[in-house]
């Protein structure tokens, strides 16, 4: 192993955009985290073949090649775990968050390919996707299960979703919803993925850098091999207490700069909460047919302006409540860096349901119940949720706090609050 300079930085290369999140990146981290473990960006961690011997390189000139890395041609197996920590509850968990992403109608007027539902089956477990990309305009992200394969492509203007499974399909043009796996939607149209994730290697590296912003350590802890690729390991760890986040390894082709290898470590301990990284990797051209895509015969096609039409906007569940609640104010930002806490009111100011309420199912009011912890304090009394990375505490009077820290800082912003 090469002994890399592995001194310290506070990250002041990327600096953290203006703007606050939209409240539904904080209110549903399950869906968030899930589509993140599924996205290009997020591929999980593999054996070494042993650690290669790379001149010394520093954390800021780590950060820099990470930044001017220019490759948009890429291809290969990734394999991705995820394990926020989530009971089961007998798939409960899985089929509350399907229901929600279609609309709790049982899918009707919706599409099992829709990438707002399918994608958020990658919230847990281990999955194997293959992936490809060749510029902006052309990404491909196929899902393989032992009996069936979800496949995303966009091609120019065009979104195209398969499931083999139902044999379902879900499109999306620059006229309607269009969104890129690469997140960024065709003419600044509506998106068919679901949006602020990031979803290409850069991308993701980028984000996590964003928060190192003075509260963060940088440093480069020696080299690895990644689908058969040389890289340096890129550390961030947060200085402040109170986050749930341990650590974020990121492995950094020591070539060409991109993000081979992501995994992130709860304060916790235990197994990571996100481990993903390439098994395979090829950064030639695609062939052209990887991105090209012609309904199966007999496939059900489900259009995006005609999913909006029936209503699939609810497609978001609880997600959309929230969205549109933010045009009455977007939330308060508490504290900084991997301590900050985005507080909110829910719609109307509702609470969660009680043990005494008539409309909630026995099996729905004990999957709340097993998520979550009753508090009280100076804000008066709550239930927080917990997950091994993201924690929201929602108060009995309809209040909101949710980040990447830990239930005693949620109680403490609520308390000052």
Do not use: C
Request: glycine fraction near 14%; hydrophobic fraction near 35%; avoid cysteine.
């Amino acid at each position: 192993m090469a002994p890399n300079d592995s001194a310290e930085t506070k990250g002041t290369a990327v600096r953290r955009p203006a703007g606050r999140r939209k409240a539904a990146r904080y209110i549903v981290p399950v869906a968030v985290a899930g589509v993140a473990a599924a996205t290009i960006g997020l591929v999980p961690a593999l054996a070494s073949s042993g650690d290669p011997d790379l001149p010394k390189i520093t954390a800021q000139e780590l950060i820099e090649k990470i930044a001017a890395s220019d490759t948009e041609q890429f291809s290969g197996t990734v394999k991705i775990s995820t394990d926020l920590g989530i009971p089961s509850m007998g798939g409960l968990a899985g089929s509350f968050l399907s229901g929600a992403a279609e609309g709790g109608d049982g899918g009707k007027g919706g599409s099992s390919a829709d990438p707002q539902s399918k994608l958020t089956e990658l919230a847990s477990g281990t999955h194997t996707l293959r992936v490809a990309a060749d510029g902006p305009d052309k990404q491909r992200l196929s899902v393989l299960d032992q009996a069936s394969e979800y496949s995303l492509i966009h091609n120019g203007d065009e979104v195209w979703a398969y499931d083999s499974g139902s044999n379902e399909v879900f499109h999306a043009d620059g006229r309607g919803r269009g969104e890129a796996p690469h997140g960024k939607a065709p003419h600044g149209k509506e998106q068919a993925a679901p949006e602020g994730v990031p979803t290409t290697p850069k991308a993701l590296a980028e984000e996590a850098l964003k928060a190192a912003d003075g509260t963060t350590s940088v440093s480069v802890d020696g080299t690895a091999r990644v689908a058969g690729r040389d890289a340096y390991r890129l550390v961030l760890k947060p200085e402040q207490k109170g986050s749930t986040v341990g650590s974020i390894t990121v492995a950094v082709d020591a070539e060409n700069g991109v993000p081979l290898k992501f995994t992130l470590q709860p304060s916790s301990g235990g197994k990571a909460v996100v481990d993903a990284g390439f098994t395979s990797v090829d950064f030639g051209k695609p062939a052209a047919s990887s991105f090209a895509f012609t309904p199966p015969k007999g496939a059900k096609v489900t259009e995006a302006d005609d999913a909006k039409a029936k209503g699939h906007e609810k497609s978001r569940g609880g997600l959309g409540a929230f969205e549109d609640a933010e045009g009455a104010g977007a939330p308060k930002v508490i504290g900084k860096g991997w301590n900050s806490i985005a507080e909110f009111k829910t719609p109307g100011g509702a609470a969660l349901p009680s043990e005494a309420s008539k409309d909630v199912p026995a099996e729905a009011q004990q999957f709340l119940d097993a998520l979550g912890d009753k508090v009280s304090g100076k804000f008066g009394s709550g239930t927080v949720f917990k997950t091994r990375l993201i924690n929201a505490l929602m108060t009995d009077d309809g209040r909101v706090y949710v980040g990447a820290v830990t239930k005693d800082a949620l109680v403490a912003a609520a308390n000052a609050g």
